[in-house]
Nanobody, 125 residues
Framework: QVQLVESGGGSVQAGGSLRLSCVAS????????MAWFRQAPGKEREAVAA???????KYTASVKGRFSVSGDNANNVLSLQMNTLKPEDSGMYFC???????????????????WGQGTQVTVSS
């Protein structure tokens, strides 16, 4: 049984940083694709970043240069370092996983069968 548990959310002022972590159990990080999504109230869930089993990473345009996704295969931990945070980065952040490559589908939440419970990020101006 796959379980994903996120942590690291919180409240920061604009320009600040947070580091999110997602611990995966029952799943091998190196086997497929893991991603971070976020959802603000009243908005659709959107992809933020992903890391694929070949080690490559993907980012949505709005976070490029500010966010960095990384994976610790030995401990099955997915991390998201978020710098220079903006109020529009606020939302619930979810970790998601699938057992197949997601090079061309990482932005589609429907492609991910496994989800964590989410961790809240609030950025004030």
């Amino acid at each position: 049984q796959v379980q994903l548990v996120e942590s690291g959310g919180g409240s920061v002022q604009a320009g600040g940083s947070l580091r999110l972590s997602c611990v995966a159990s029952g799943y091998i990080l190196a086997s497929g694709c893991m991603a971070w999504f976020r959802q603000a109230p009243g908005k659709e869930r959107e992809a933020v970043a992903a890391i694929i089993s070949d080690g490559s990473s993907k980012y949505t345009a709005s976070v490029k240069g500010r966010f960095s996704v990384s994976g610790d295969n030995a401990n099955n931990v997915l991390s998201l370092q978020m710098n220079t945070l903006k109020p529009e980065d606020s939302g619930m952040y979810f970790c998601a996983a699938r057992g197949h490559q997601c090079t061309y589908t990482w932005t589609d939440p429907g492609r991910f069968p496994y989800w964590g419970q989410g961790t809240q990020v609030t950025v004030s101006s």
